[in-house]
């Protein structure tokens, strides 16, 4: 019986085939080296670094456009639908005691202010709060975004600034709203005495209601996060001096001195005193020193608690 010889090499590789596939290697090894040497080498800076987060929360924000812009709208539209056109219609228009200096006005003038600062409340901490819980879940993608070379205090602080954009965007929808929607002659009587003044009252407000979300979103148990609507935003907006001024108050004395450390009132205040100036507010010393102090202290919080987090 004839038997058929098998080389060391296996079938069809000889000598000449282990030269040719040793040159091969030889070529790729060369050609992975030369692509190695030739690229650029990476300076990742702060800033770059930094920037290059954000960028990715605006195209997260640009894709969640829409649900973003219903979120926002939907609160305020049905708010400012029933009190400033339903009920003036059916004749149940609301008139409230402007208190201070003011007399009195119509509830959609109230309401300009209120609102405003009730979505520069919601949209901050919301847009805070809610990735963060995500990111912190069982999954632990917030350890890709720890790896990224900046420090931990600086990925808390590109936090509160991608919450702090979307609670500004949030009160810019809700202004042209609650000036359009109302009935016959119950428009609001909005007087913009310093627009540079509601700029920084926006900026200021934003920022305090971000950092607060990123304390809550650090503290808060993700498995309890129904709590936050019921024990915090809840009494937060009924409390905030958005459908009332705080001025207003005076005859329940307790508790106008009770909502002092709500900072909704400040940002309702303070929103009140540069758009409805005829009504009674709380001087600006006092909304500047809130709105600062406010966003000092949960900032500083929030970063030490989002920093323990992620460490633990």
């Known amino acids: 019986m004839a038997t058929t010889a098998i080389r060391p090499g296996g079938p069809g590789k000889g000598p000449a085939g282990a030269d040719i596939g040793a040159a091969a290697d030889g070529l790729a090894a060369a050609s992975i080296a030369a692509l190695v040497n030739d690229a650029p080498v990476p300076r990742p800076t702060l800033a770059k670094t930094f920037w290059a987060m954000m960028t990715r929360e605006f195209r997260v924000l640009r894709r969640n456009a829409i649900s973003t812009f219903t979120r926002s709208v939907m609160q305020p539209l049905l708010f400012v639908f029933v009190f400033a056109y339903v009920l003036p219609k059916i004749g149940g228009g609301m008139v409230v005691a402007g208190g201070g200096s003011g007399g009195g006005a119509n509830f959609a003038t109230i309401l300009v202010p209120g609102l405003m600062a009730s979505m520069l409340l919601m949209q901050g901490i919301m847009g805070t709060t809610m990735p963060l819980v995500m990111e912190f879940s069982w999954q632990r993608t917030i350890e890709d975004r720890a790896l990224a070379p900046v420090p931990l205090r600086m990925l808390a602080i590109q936090k509160i600034l991608a919450g702090a954009i979307q609670s500004f965007i949030g009160a810019c929808i809700v202004f042209p709203i609650v000036l359009v929607v109302h009935a016959a002659g119950q428009a609001p009587h909005v007087d913009v005495t310093n627009w540079a003044l509601l700029l920084v009252i926006l900026v200021f407000g934003s920022t305090m209601t971000a950092s607060l979300g990123l304390l809550l979103g650090t503290i808060m148990d993700p498995r309890k996060m129904q709590m936050l609507f019921a024990v915090i935003l809840l ?42 100036p005829s009504l009674g507010h709380m001087p600006m010393w006092a909304v500047f020193l809130a709105l600062i102090g406010g966003t000092l202290l949960f900032g500083y919080l929030g970063t030490r608690t989002f920093r323990n987090r992620v460490v633990n």
Do not use: D, F, K
């Open 235 to 276: 009494p937060l907006t009924m409390l905030g001096c958005v459908y009332y001024p705080w001025s207003a108050l005076h005859t329940i004395r307790w508790l106008q001195i009770a909502t002092l450390v709500n900072p909704m009132v400040y940002m309702a205040e303070g929103l009140r005193a540069v758009l409805t």
